[in-house]
């Protein structure tokens, strides 16, 4: 059995393939999911589970160097980006229209859907090198 905190085998399996600049995509329950990504749908019921507890656990195994959120978080939650600004750390921070955020999922190498209910609770993170 795997010792690390990630136990989902296929967000692991990403993970393991992303290379500098890939992007992973962790979203809220109504986040839409273009066709192209790969789709790893982690939601059960409304909150379950949370998307701050699937970024925690990506957060593990993924070497992040930058960070998209919509903007409109940071009007609609700020204490939720003060938390997502803190658990990402030195990661650069980057904020745009909810529109052109959905524009960039596209382009990502697969969308983490959790069961989160808080508008506009997705993230964007891309993967960065660890030497």
């Known amino acids: 059995m795997k010792k690390s905190t990630l136990l989902n085998s296929a967000l692991s399996e990403v993970i393991a393939r992303m290379g500098h600049g890939d992007m992973l995509v962790i979203g809220d329950a109504g986040l839409p999911i273009p066709d192209g990504p790969q789709r790893i749908d982690l939601a059960v019921c409304r909150g379950t589970p949370g ?77 960065g090198v660890v030497f």
Do not use: W
Request: with cysteine; aromatic share 2%.
């Open 51 to 127: 998307m701050l507890a699937v970024l925690d656990a990506v957060l593990s195994e993924m070497q992040v160097e930058s960070v998209m959120v919509a903007s409109e978080l940071g009007d609609g939650n700020p204490a939720l980006l003060a938390t997502l600004r803190q658990k990402t750390g030195p990661a650069t921070l980057e904020a745009v229209s909810h529109d052109a955020f959905k524009e960039v999922t596209a382009k990502a190498v697969a969308m983490v859907r959790t069961g989160e209910c808080t508008p506009y609770a997705n993230i964007i993170l891309r993967a």
